[in-house]
């Protein structure tokens, strides 16, 4: 089945710090990624849609300056979480949905984001 | 109506007992629906898909219901290995694909 890598899958970084997150489709080409954080005991919330070639469009209540999406390549999307605070502590996990779009939607492995 | 709600639990039940979870959709337009399992700190699985009226994989059934928007998930036989949260996803309306998930329900099977 399709597969979606996501890197890195925890990171621990420093308020004022910048990460950087990518993730990969990585035996189909992905024409759209969608970007998710998942606060403890919380429903994964869809922060932004992820376009190949074009800007991403994000959801309303984020902010697409902290949240910087490329994605380069029909098989790269990357989310960058900029001048990063502990409030930004989450669960960040991409997803894809292989051709057609009414398939089952796969997930990268998640990476697990805490800002000290 | 929220967009995708679920009972969120949790469900506590014994071995081998039949448990199910109810979960109802405000957009009557979608076709097709999902049933995720995530563990703890890892990322959603897909359960089952739901294209029709149902649909039945083992021990596991979904059914829809079109006419009242809610969909189900029926466990038989439970097992320790099915302690995990259940997530009701159902297609964003977006022409993208996106899906909306539900805040997860929380299953305990317990020895």
């Known amino acids: 089945g399709a597969v979606v890598s996501q890197h890195p899958s925890w990171v621990i970084c420093k308020s004022g710090t910048s990460v950087k997150i990518e993730c990969r489709s990585l035996?189909?080409?992905?024409?759209?990624m969608f970007w998710y954080r998942q606060f403890p005991k919380q429903s994964l919330m869809l922060m932004a849609t992820?376009?190949?070639?074009?800007?991403?469009?994000?959801e309303q209540g984020v902010e697409k300056d902290k949240f910087l999406i490329n994605h380069a390549s029909l098989t790269l999307s990357t989310l960058t979480v900029t001048s990063a605070h502990p409030e930004d502590s989450s669960f960040y996990i991409c997803?894809?949905?292989?051709?057609?779009?009414?398939?089952?939607?796969?997930f990268g492995q998640g990476t697990r984001l805490t800002v000290v | 109506r929220k967009e995708v709600e679920q009972d969120p639990g949790p469900f506590n039940v014994p071995e081998g007992a039949t448990v199910a979870f109810n979960c109802t959709y405000s957009?009557?337009?979608?076709?097709?629906f999902f049933w995720y399992r995530q563990d703890c700190r890892k990322e959603p699985k897909l359960l089952m898909s739901?294209?029709?009226s149902g649909n039945e994989d083992g021990r596991f059934t979904a059914q829809l219901n079109r006419a009242s928007q809610y969909i189900s998930l029926l466990i038989r036989d439970s097992k320790l290995s099915d302690s995990a949260t259940y997530l009701c996803?159902?297609?964003?309306?977006?022409?993208?694909?996106?899906?909306?998930f539900g805040k997860g329900t929380k299953l305990s099977v317990k020895p």
């Open positions: 997803s894809a949905r292989s051709p057609p779009t009414n398939t089952e939607a796969f």
């Open positions: 035996d189909f080409q992905a024409t759209t």
């Open positions: 992820s376009n190949e070639g074009s800007k991403a469009t994000y």
């Open positions: 957009n009557s337009a979608s076709q097709s």
């Open positions: 739901v294209y029709s």
């Open positions: 996803v159902v297609p964003g309306g977006g022409s993208q694909g996106n899906l909306i």
